[in-house]
């Protein structure tokens, strides 16, 4: 996956304008260019709401069994139907989004800042330290990202906090070498010259001078890698490695009952997935279009 | 050309090695005794000479650079230890379930080339209309998919068509059956495994397509072929196909890590008994050696196509050779 880098400094007033009311602007101008974007963003943002409002909208609670309605079809008192416990499958879905969110959120924005950091001060520190960096990212690199996961969860166990452990490592080594390579452009700028003429400390470079400037590619990156991890955590509880029964994943709503009942109650099986597919599906077009308005040089294409 | 070829070689061996030397920290990280966890599972209390044998067994007694050393070596010539679970060693266990995951791996490859570069053409050339945006749709559908999800529908569905159409509810056989035994078997085995991950695979790889030939498209030679007036047919096959494969090609080999992850799930929705099946069931049963076995296993694999990628692409790029 390699995002060409803006270099030019204009488009950052895109992504970081000053206060709300431009903000606003910005947001409503990426809606008129990128209709399919903000679509995806609207996505985004549904899933968002149903996982913070997750308490009052959904309504049943995601862990009551109900053995009097198990593997239920579709109704207007379940909506989705309920699964093999009876437990109702709109409400677990709602609060599978909360988990799917956490876990897409924290992992994309701790690997993705750590990613930043040891990026830019890699290419800023350049020489010796850099070569050492990139050694390290090139092996860290070379476990495809599932299976470090699963390593990981091999070591710490099961459960919503090593999964999140499991899914952020990987991430960071690939956001560290694309940043890399956008701040090695940077560091020649006149601007990082002046700053140490001045005397400031290589913390403050690189925090307040480089980090800012590479957010474009960062931010890009950031929506790719929320898609990713909600993705991984999916996998992982489905393989019954990720998010422990009774906390509602969709991922884990897939495992052992959907195939199971598949030909007799197929919404066990396709309602989760679809949830599934949607928030990535989302949070990938919101990605691709945030890619299209931020880079000048992709406009066209 | 051979020195870069010399260099990109030797690159290799430091990225093995550091792995390998990450995989041995991960599995020493551990927390608590392995052979405790091992022995504990029967809820018995632990006789300390049962635990030294069983330290003794795995090597774990030997000071930490001996057993580094000994774990590399053994990677070397495929002696990786006797799996902690089965009691078997783990280069059989590993040779048993290889054939069925490397057929569906070159499967869905196949299913991924013949997806993604005919529609990733298409909707280059056809930009910004509706069949653009459909492929793209498509694409992007590919990506946000989970695999095991996909593999679920496809049963569903495949039951559902074949209760319709005969009668009776048809599902793929579960067991391998070698390709030249009976091909129909395995055939029918293979293929909805195959075409579960290669949709995820062309996902990624006709968006490559998609952008490369655009790219191309707007190269100066493109327009001096217009310009001869040559049939758009060949413009397209002879010029610009042929130069916007390269990042393709590329694309192709990293996404070699999607195909590993995709077949660790896939395996588990079809239940084949494939490495990736191996690999959870691995993990779940805490068994160390053979974790530790297939995850630098995969490590090497993915290192070695990632390097058959560059050396291929410096041969189709000369650009690459002479820079």
Known sequence: ?301 | MYRYIAKRILLVIPTLLGAAVLVFALMRLIPGDICMIRLGSGGTTFDPRAIAACHHEIGLDRPLIVQFFSFVWGFCHLDFGISMWSGKPVSVEIAARLPISLEIALLATVVAICIAIPLGTLSALKQNTWIDVVVRTFAIGGIATPAFWLGIISILLVLDVSTAITGTPWMPPIDYVPIWRDPVRNLEMAMLPALTVGYRYAAVSMRMTRSAMLEVMREDYIRTARAKGLLQKIIINRHALKNALLPVVTVIGIEFAFLIGGLVVTEQVFNLNGVGRLFVQAVQNQDYTLTQALVMLTVTIFVLTNLAVDLAYAWLDPRIRFA
């Not at chain 1, 990128?34 to 049943?60: E, K």
């Not at chain 1, 350049?126 to 990139?134: E, H, T, V, W």
């Not at chain 1, 197929?266 to 949830?275: C, S, V, Y």
């Open chain 1, 1 to 301: 996956m390699s995002i060409t880098v803006p270099t030019d400094t204009a488009v950052l007033a895109e992504v970081a304008p000053q206060g709300m009311h431009k903000f606003l602007r910005a947001t409503l101008e990426f809606c008129r260019r990128q209709p399919f974007g903000a679509f995806g963003m609207a996505l985004v943002m549904f899933m968002a709401v149903l996982g913070l409002t997750a308490d009052w909208i959904a309504p049943y609670s995601p862990t009551a069994n109900d053995f009097d309605a198990m593997t239920q079809a579709p109704s207007w008192a379940h909506w989705l139907g309920t699964d093999q416990f009876g437990r109702d499958m709109l409400s677990r879905i709602i609060f599978g989004a909360r988990t799917a969110l956490i876990v897409g959120l924290t992992c994309s924005f701790v690997g993705g800042f750590s990613g930043l950091v040891l990026g830019v001060a890699s290419a800023y520190f350049g020489g010796r330290i850099d070569l050492a960096f990139q050694r390290v990212f090139d092996i860290m690199m070379a476990f495809p990202l599932i299976i470090m996961a699963l390593a990981v969860v091999a070591i710490f166990g099961t459960g919503v906090h090593n999964v999140i452990v499991a899914i952020t490592i990987p991430l960071i080594p690939r956001c560290a070498r694309v940043v890399r390579s956008s701040a090695l452009a940077i560091r020649e700028v006149a601007y990082v010259d002046a700053a140490r003429a001045c005397g400031y400390g290589h913390a403050r470079i690189i925090l307040r001078h480089m980090v800012p400037n590479v957010m474009a590619p960062f931010l890009i990156m950031l929506t790719a890698f929320i898609g990713q991890a909600i993705l991984a955590e999916a996998s992982l509880s489905y393989l019954g490695l990720g998010v422990q029964e009774p906390v509602a994943a969709w991922g884990l709503m897939l495992q052992g009952g959907a195939e199971e009942y598949a030909s007799t109650a197929p919404w066990i099986a396709i309602f989760p997935g679809l949830a599934i597919m949607l928030t990535v599906f989302g949070f990938s077009i919101f990605g691709d279009a945030l890619r299209d308005a931020l880079d000048p040089k992709l406009r066209d294409r």
